[in-house]
């Protein structure tokens, strides 16, 4: 196993603590448990459309004001900086949420995706995007992210898939590449891969 030359994370769930009590939401939105809330959008009416993104814009901004990083988040993103490895943030969130996690904790990208620009995850449109923008190739490039649609776009793109289980058993159908616990179990992979380079 090569080190990348750089890695797309997803956001919630992976970088920062989920915040948001899905189940709760569909219930309150009448979202079955098979559809995504993006995928739901697309097939409402224009008044529904614009009530439930009402809705999901203030739960998704209330947990951006509410972010938490995971453990380990800080130093893993350090420790890419000083090595070289690039980084991209691709996420189904909006930029104004991205952004205010960003400003609370200080983060930075070389590219952020967010579902403003255009298709999304599991779509492996947005991951090759920012490949080109990076300019890495896809077998250059791990995908981290807790969930199926980042497991999904990352083997539809050809791209190293990183689950973070976090203590979990893996409940979709889509195969990761690798299963880690963490972010500090990731940064210790890291650091094993880095020395065996040298």
Not at 4 to 16: C, E, V, Y
Not at 80 to 90: E, Q
Not at 100 to 129: A, N, Q
Request: hydrophobic letters at 40%.
């Amino acid at each position: 196993m090569l080190l990348p030359r750089a890695i797309l994370f997803d956001l919630d769930g992976t970088l920062t603590r989920e915040r948001i009590d899905w189940s709760a939401l569909r219930s309150e939105l009448n979202i079955p448990a098979h559809q995504g809330f993006l995928e739901a959008l697309e097939k409402m009416d224009p008044d529904q459309r614009a009530r439930v993104q009402q809705i999901l814009h203030h739960h998704e901004h209330q947990a951006a004001l509410r972010s938490e990083l995971n453990d380990g988040c800080k130093e893993l993103l350090s420790w890419l900086d000083d090595r070289g490895i690039a980084r991209a943030l691709i996420t189904r969130n909006t930029r104004a949420s991205v952004r205010t996690v960003f400003d609370l904790h200080g983060l930075h990208f070389d590219v952020t995706i967010t579902r403003e620009d255009g298709v999304y995850k599991p779509d492996p449109t947005p991951l090759l995007r920012a490949c080109q923008k990076l300019k890495v190739s896809t077998d250059q490039v791990w995908m981290v992210g807790d969930w199926k649609y980042d497991i999904e776009a990352a083997n539809a793109a050809r791209i190293t898939g990183i689950w973070l289980s976090y203590g979990r058993e893996r409940t979709f159908e889509a195969v990761p590449d690798h299963t880690v616990k963490d972010l500090p179990a990731l940064w210790q992979w890291l650091k094993q891969l880095c020395e065996q380079r040298v």
